[in-house]
């Protein structure tokens, strides 16, 4: 069973710093493109990041400059670094993982709770 589990998140005051982490466990890491999401309540989830296999990156607007998506493949681990964090940030924050075309496949973490407050 393939298993993505975030940690890292928690509350910051407004203008703080938080690294998310999430770890991936039988997959093949490497070939899939990870991406970051978040839902804050009653709102859709939407894509915050996201790093494909090669290393090429893409950010929503609302966090460009901010926020930092990497990947270490040899801890199958992917980061998400947010600076300057906002209270409009504050939402479950969802690892993803989704597979090359040839496979299919997609697979979501549980999620972990950012709050930004002061």
């Known amino acids: 069973q393939v298993q993505l589990v975030e940690s890292g998140g928690g509350l910051v005051q407004p203008g703080g710093s938080l690294r998310l982490s999430c770890a991936a466990s039988?997959?093949?890491?490497?070939?899939?493109?990870m991406g970051w999401y978040r839902q804050a309540p009653g709102k859709q989830r939407e894509l915050v990041a996201a790093?494909?296999?090669?290393?090429?990156?893409n950010y929503a607007d609302s966090v460009k400059g901010r926020f930092t998506i990497s990947r270490d493949n040899a801890k199958n681990t992917v980061y998400l670094q947010m600076n300057n964090l906002k209270p409009e940030d504050t939402a479950v924050y969802y690892c993803?993982?989704?597979?090359?075309?040839?496979?299919?496949?997609?697979?979501w973490g549980q999620g972990t709770q950012v709050t930004v407050s002061s």
């Open positions: 993803n993982a989704d597979g090359p075309g040839w496979r299919n496949d997609n697979y």
């Open positions: 039988r997959i093949i890491f490497s070939i899939y493109t």
């Open positions: 790093i494909t296999s090669g290393g090429s990156t």
